[in-house]
Structure formats: C-alpha cells, structure tokens
C-alpha cells in the first residue's frame, strides 16, 4: 500500500484554511462519493478544508470503485487485519495534508462511512496526538479488544471525542454495531456520542448531517451551528 492518496477537496469557503475534515469513503466507493457533504457544512465550518481521498485498491466486488481493505466475510479477522493493513497509508496521508495546511492535529477531523468509519476510528483512535474528532456514520468499531493500544490524547490529555451515526434500518451493517462500539470506547473512557436515525437504513440522512455538522464545529471550539429552517 502506497503513502500517497488522492481525492477531491473542497477549499475553505473563507479561502484560508484553519480546520481540515477528512472524508473516508465506504467500501466499493470512492472519495466523489462524501465530498458534497463538504459544502452543507461549509455554512458551519467556513475555515475548513475538505478532502476525500480515493482509496488506494480497486473493490474486489466492484472493480468501479475503491476499497480500504478486501471484504470476502470468510475469515473472521479481516476486518482487524484489514484496518491495520490500511493504517499506515492513512496516517501518512494525514500527516502530509497537515503539514501542507500549516495545521496541527488539534485542527483535524477524520469521517468515515462504513468501512471508512472502521478505518476512521482505528486511525484517530491511534493518532500520535489525537484529532479534534471522529465522526462515525454507518460503520462499526474493529477490534474492540485492542482499545488499549488506541492512545491517541490532546494537549490536555485527553481521547479525542467520538459521534456515532447510524440507521435503525441498515442492512449492511446491522444498528447492533452502533450500541456495541458505543459501549466499549464508553468502557475505555473515550467519550463518545450516538445518533439513531429511525427508519434509516444504510446511509446518511438529514438529520444525521446535522448532528455531525454540530459535533465537529464543537470540537473546533466554534459556534454551535443554527439548525437548517424549513420553509414555510
């Protein structure tokens, strides 16, 4: 696996960067797929750079697009070999995109969607120097058995705070995987939020989009963002 990965990015809307959110694409997807998010939360986070890198592997299921690590469900510790495989990459991506911006981990976000939330959280989780946030939608904590090693800690000491976003109707990666990673990064002391989306299934709505919104402009120390109005 190569150090050097590519995607589209969005620039800051105040077109000087002082935050950077990195987007983690799901499996058989690649980085076009999250990037749009980007701009419904520029109105939030006007500073903030955008990037979603394209995985480094062509999907073995679906040669379009891109995958962080094979899924074949047949050996039941490819997940914990697969986001161990793809770490370095990731780190290596992150650390250079800093250094471009100017910017330390205290300005970092990492999102992920599904397989890109696995990679999310055993990346951040393992930062030399923590991230602001993690924001996992759709996805599920690897390895909950190797949350010892996950020292990641701010300049105050601290884990770095974790949202986790997921439909009560997925079928891909069943709500169970919500209520579990929860419980064990809360059983590791890693402060960590939930969001339920009723009905959901394996995807991102609205109001998820929100609450991420909200989580990552807190982190930054930012305003708490206005909530969308309805039109009348």
């Avoid at 899924?71 to 510790?77: A, N, Q």
């Avoid at 697969?82 to 992150?94: E, H, K, M, Q, S």
């Avoid at 929860?182 to 995807?203: C, D, F, R, V, Y």
Wanted: a neutral charge; proline letters at 9%.
């Amino acid at each position: 696996m190569t150090s050097t990965l590519t995607g589209p990015r969005l620039a800051p809307k105040s077109g000087i960067a002082k935050q950077l959110v990195v987007f983690l694409h799901g499996y058989g997807a690649d980085g076009n797929d999250l990037i749009e998010i980007g701009k419904q939360w520029q109105r939030w986070l006007p500073d903030a750079m955008f990037i979603s890198p394209h995985a480094p592997d062509r999907c073995s299921m679906s040669p379009s697009g891109r995958q962080w690590f094979p899924l074949t469900m047949r050996d039941p510790d490819e997940r914990w070999k697969g986001v161990t495989y793809a770490r370095p990459g990731i780190d290596a991506f992150l650390d250079a995109e800093l250094a471009a911006a100017g910017l330390d981990n205290s300005k970092l976000a990492i999102v992920g969607f599904s397989q890109g939330t696995m990679m999310a959280l055993h990346v951040g989780l393992r930062r030399r120097i923590a991230p602001a946030a993690i924001l996992g939608l759709s996805g599920v904590l690897v390895g909950p058995e190797h949350l010892p090693e996950a020292t990641a800690r701010n300049a105050k000491g601290e884990p770095p705070p974790v949202l986790l976003v997921h439909g009560s109707a997925d079928e891909v990666i069943p709500v169970d995987a919500l209520f579990e990673s929860a419980e064990q990064l809360g059983k590791a002391n890693i402060p960590t939020q939930w969001h339920l989306s009723a009905g959901l299934g394996h995807g991102i709505d609205g109001e998820g989009l929100i609450q991420g919104g909200q989580f990552l402009a807190k982190a930054f120390g930012l305003p708490t963002p206005e909530r969308p109005r309805r039109g009348r």
